[in-house]
């Protein structure tokens, strides 16, 4: 950096996004329950439609991601005309902080949040502001609290990463309702698949006209490699955003290979159903060693330790047994480590790991 070459206020106090670590050294049968990941990776019918885009890869891909919108809108019964596709729902969270917050904007979201909505915030030079949860749960009296006249965007996660906990659509609706004419609420559904019957507030964006819900082909859908998400929402909000989007975000792998997994719900139910079994079956098994969590609705569990010192040595013990769990404290939570529901095999090892990581203390 020179003294004349300087980016914008505010690029240079982002601190770099940490993905979940994938490797311990030394160890080729390490499992990776770091980053929220599918086990059973995605549908065979959209493993095949990868396979065949490779004949087609001289032409460029659509626009106006036409046919997947449409899959989407068939699967969910939602208009296509007022959903957007971007590379992750990561693109679609820093459209919408591109498009609509800047200097002297405030984005709203909690203390265990998602780090996306920090950074994408501070790249699009507004002010983040961090809102109190109540027991590692949403408080919508403590977001509409902090909502002014400078507040453009709410984040909201449900359910939340990396707490695992989920407000009621009632509480949403309470959110959405109470906030001040300007602001926008996102609700991001990254894991809205894995609730039995939860329509991710579909319905309520539906209904209104400053709600936008965004949703992930990497979490249920195993597909995290590929990097697709959409939103849906207002059709004025949807207007703004396709003019910021670059008009080839979405490859015709990625666009194809969506619309295949889309279509195929029968492995999201088999994912969701062994999900909820498996993580039924580690939160108990966790808690009978003293290792407690939260109620978890998503494809994970905060296990919650004495202490930031147990944790982090529980974590170094994982590793020297090929478990790589997450750290969290960099989501104001250093007594805890967030564990991916991987399959059996996978959760019963690390089980047994913390069973006797608990045994030698
Ligand atoms: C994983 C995750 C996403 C998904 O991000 P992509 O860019 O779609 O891979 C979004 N929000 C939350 C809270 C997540 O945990």
Request: with cysteine; glycine share 10%.
């Amino acid at each position: 950096m020179t003294e004349f070459i300087r980016p914008q206020p505010g690029i240079l106090d982002i601190d770099l996004y940490q993905g979940g670590a994938a490797h311990v050294a030394g160890r080729s049968d390490a499992v990776k329950l770091s980053s929220n990941e599918n086990p059973f990776g995605p549908s065979d019918k959209a493993k095949e439609v990868f396979q065949r885009a490779v004949h087609k890869l001289h032409r460029y891909p659509s626009t106006d991601h036409a046919a997947l919108r449409q899959a989407i809108g068939d699967v969910h019964r939602l208009d296509p005309a007022r959903i957007i596709c971007g590379v992750g729902s990561d693109e679609i969270i820093g459209l919408l902080c591109n498009a609509y917050a800047g200097k002297g904007d405030e984005v709203v979201f909690t203390e265990h949040g998602f780090l996306m909505y920090r950074i994408y915030t501070m790249a699009a030079g507004a002010r983040p502001v961090v809102v109190k949860e109540r027991d590692r749960t949403t408080d919508v009296d403590a977001i509409l609290a902090a909502c002014r006249a400078k507040t453009r965007l709410v984040f909201i996660a449900n359910p939340n990463n990396p707490t695992g906990t989920m407000i009621g659509l009632p509480e949403i609706e309470r959110l959405a309702a109470g906030l001040p004419q300007q602001a926008i609420l996102v609700i991001d559904g990254a894991y809205a698949e894995y609730v039995d019957g939860y329509d991710g507030g579909a319905t309520l964006v539906t209904a209104r006209e400053n709600v936008v819900m965004t949703r992930t082909f990497s979490k249920i859908y195993g597909l995290g490699g590929l990097r697709i998400g959409w939103g849906y929402g207002p059709k004025h909000i949807i207007d703004v955003l396709n003019r910021v989007r670059g008009p080839f975000n979405l490859s015709s792998a990625q666009l194809e290979t969506a619309e295949a997994a889309v279509r195929d719900q029968d492995h999201v139910v088999r994912c969701r159903t062994d999900n909820a079994r498996m993580r039924g079956w580690l939160a108990e098994a966790l808690a009978e060693m003293g290792v407690p969590s939260d109620t978890s609705t998503a494809n994970f569990i905060l296990a919650r330790f004495a202490s930031r010192e147990e944790a982090e040595a529980c974590d170094d013990f994982l590793q020297t047994q090929g478990l790589i769990v997450r750290r969290v404290a960099g989501y104001g939570l250093p007594n805890c480590l967030r564990i991916t529901i991987g399959d059996e095999a996978s959760c019963r090892r690390v089980a047994h790991a913390i069973g006797q990581f608990k045994g030698q203390r």
